[in-house]
């Protein structure tokens, strides 16, 4: 089956059509919001295993880990619904009038209110948890958003399935016509007539620097400017300190060849720099890690274009001077395969040269040798912002080092400490994002519930009459909320 790219007249249709389900959808109460979030995930479940394999065809990713990534999926739109029907997110606030005072102060009361249809740009490494019904799509549905997904190009089989499981719960919960579509484009104009529109009032993304900060443009140049919530991508530092690295070097090394080969790499926290100071403890580290990765077989990519720009990047590195393989795994067998690779720069190399701060996205791994403490803190104040970064060290070690841990704070999202980036756990205290260019917006992250806040604005209403408000800000609280109420919390 072929797929052929919607036309602008047919995205003007659809997006008038969720503007018309706006006013319906966002009016919808909780509870509906979250039992048709949670029949989606009974859909999902439903489509068996014919979903399972249509995604194995088109992403050459394995069962296990498709069958893995589905239910994360569905265990998100479930917390997700329940953390919604929980109202949490509403944030409502309530400020009692004080009549004498002088001047008399207003009943104030305020929540979170919809910003109204929502754009999704599908992910090419995560067909289910970041793409059709991913983390964006839950998010929006939760805050009362019409949601709008341009199926990714790469799998458009997986997509159109989730979006038919979709439609099939919209249809039995009786959501308005127009809470979601589904869209197919390959070309540049769509994305742009998707992001132009005047319905359109945000965006999320997960993919490429290139493409994410394409949105943000198009979104800034519109007549009323939108915001675009997208993930782009970290090289996600690791910074290894002296003392943990000669107790622990063999467990080390073999800890990061598993992270950076973890799904043939194509992890957005695939750790891709690993700093250390130049030592006999890091030679060590660089050979053992190397003697690892030569020992872990190549693994297909996701598709022709990624395995291209892993190759060309890859080969870019290693041609910069300075710049030393360690290792590379063994032959390749399939066109497909990335090999598992390792090199390594010095820190004046890394500091002159931008190109060895860009992400090789795929199992490439590039160690940075610094000649002393104080030039492991100059690398990371000179790095961008990345979604994860992470310090191997001990309690002492890391006590005596205040400026470098201060460094690496400022650059990231998530601080790792002893452990590996890979791995997103989704809960409410995770950030998954991080200061640009790791994320456009790094006050959000695209994981956890509290992402719902995203696709939301503050709204105060001065002076209602109760039986006028929203239930959420009425005095009888009838939702049961926690609420803030003369700046204490209160259920009351």
């Not at 998010?139 to 341009?150: M, Q």
């Not at 443009?217 to 300190?241: C, H, T, Y």
């Not at 309690?395 to 002893?418: D, H, T, W, Y």
């Amino acid at each position: 089956m072929q797929f052929k790219d919607h036309t602008i007249e047919e995205i003007d249709s659809i997006m008038n059509k969720a503007w018309k389900a706006f006013p319906i959808y966002r009016n919808t109460s909780l509870d509906d919001r979250a039992s048709f979030m949670k029949a989606i995930a009974v859909e999902l479940e439903n489509a068996g295993d014919e979903l399972i394999h249509t995604a194995m065809q088109e992403t050459n990713l394995p069962e296990a880990r498709l069958r893995g990534e589905r239910g994360r999926t569905i265990f998100q739109l479930n917390s997700y619904a329940d953390a919604c029907l929980q109202g949490n997110w509403l944030a409502a606030t309530i400020d009692t009038a004080i009549p004498e005072k002088t001047p008399p102060k207003p009943d104030i009361r305020k929540m979170q209110v919809p910003l109204g249809p929502v754009v999704v740009f599908g992910s090419s490494n995560f067909p289910f948890a970041y793409s059709t019904a991913g983390g964006d799509t839950a998010s929006a549905l939760a805050a009362g958003c019409p949601v709008i997904v341009k199926a990714h190009p790469a799998h458009p089989h997986t997509s159109t399935l989730v979006a038919n499981a979709i439609l099939t719960a919209a249809t039995k919960c009786k959501m308005p016509d127009g809470v979601f579509a589904h869209i197919y484009g390959t070309s540049f104009e769509i994305g742009k007539a998707l992001v132009m529109h005047p319905y359109t009032k945000a965006v999320g993304f997960t993919g490429s620097f290139t493409g994410g900060k394409q949105l943000f443009d198009w979104s800034n140049q519109r007549k009323e400017p939108i915001p675009v919530f997208a993930e782009m991508g970290s090289v996600n530092p690791v910074f290894l300190l002296p003392d943990k690295l000669t107790t622990d070097c063999a467990q080390i090394a073999l800890m990061y060849a598993g992270s950076i080969t973890l799904g043939a790499g194509q992890f957005c926290t695939n750790p891709g720099l690993i700093i250390g100071i130049e030592s006999a403890a890091l030679q060590k580290f660089i050979h053992d890690l190397g003697k690892a990765i030569q020992q872990i077989a190549a693994s297909k990519m996701l598709h022709n274009g990624i395995i291209k720009a892993y190759k060309e990047k890859k080969a870019a590195a290693l041609l910069q001077e300075d710049v030393h393989l360690v290792a590379e795994s063994s032959s390749a067998v399939d066109s497909l395969e990335a090999l598992p690779t390792i090199a390594t720069t010095t820190a004046n190399a890394f500091l002159q040269n931008p190109l060895l701060h860009q992400e090789v996205f795929g199992p490439f791994s590039l160690v940075i040798r610094c000649q002393d403490m104080a030039q492991m803190v100059e690398v990371a104040q000179k790095m961008e912002g990345q979604l994860t970064a992470t310090i191997m060290t001990s309690n002492a070690e890391f006590s005596k080092n205040p400026e470098l841990v201060e460094a690496i704070q400022n650059i990231c999202g998530r601080f790792i400490l002893n452990s590996v980036p890979t791995g997103v756990e989704v809960c409410l205290s995770m950030q998954h994002g991080g200061p640009y260019p790791a994320s456009t917006d790094s006050r959000f992250g695209s994981v956890g519930a509290d992402g719902i806040g995203r696709f939301c604005r503050p709204l105060a209403f001065q002076n209602w009459h109760n039986d006028l408000l929203p239930a959420a800000l009425k005095d009888e609280n009838p939702l049961k909320l926690w609420r803030r109420v003369n700046n204490e919390p209160s259920k009351n």
